[in-house]
């Protein structure tokens, strides 16, 4: 019943940008955390970016001031706006959703797309 849809990915230049999108079902949105991970082949899955239910946003080093994670509750997406892309941004990012309440740890992932910078 829970669905999360990546989409948005691509092969871009480096110095490009994207915007990824991951759109929610199955869930009530507004009471998830949402963040975004990458994933490399032989390295551990990274957290890169988080938002909140109260919007709070959090992210990793190599990112601020590049990437942007922002959500639409009525439209129940999350997005990540990447700008000024650079070959070691390359991997495939997965959408979370997260939740922990009342005993409870309900965490979901999308399928995963791809990203790649390069020239």
């Known amino acids: 019943q829970v669905q999360l849809v990546e989409s948005g990915g691509g092969l871009v230049q480096p110095g490009g940008s994207l915007r990824l999108s991951c759109a929610a079902s199955g869930i009530t949105f507004s009471t998830y955390d949402m963040g975004w991970y990458r994933q490399t082949p032989g390295k551990q899955r990274e957290l890169v970016a988080r938002?909140?239910?109260?919007?709070?946003?959090t992210y990793v080093d190599s990112v601020k001031g590049r990437f942007t994670i922002s959500r639409d509750n009525a439209k129940e997406t999350v997005y990540l706006q990447m700008n000024s892309l650079k070959p070691e941004d390359t991997a495939v990012y997965l959408c979370?959703?997260?939740?922990?309440?009342?005993?409870?740890?309900?965490?979901?992932w999308g399928q995963g797309t791809q990203v790649t910078v390069s020239s």
């Open positions: 979370n959703a997260n939740r922990m309440t009342w005993g409870t740890n309900d965490d979901y």
């Open positions: 938002i909140t239910r109260g919007v709070t946003t």
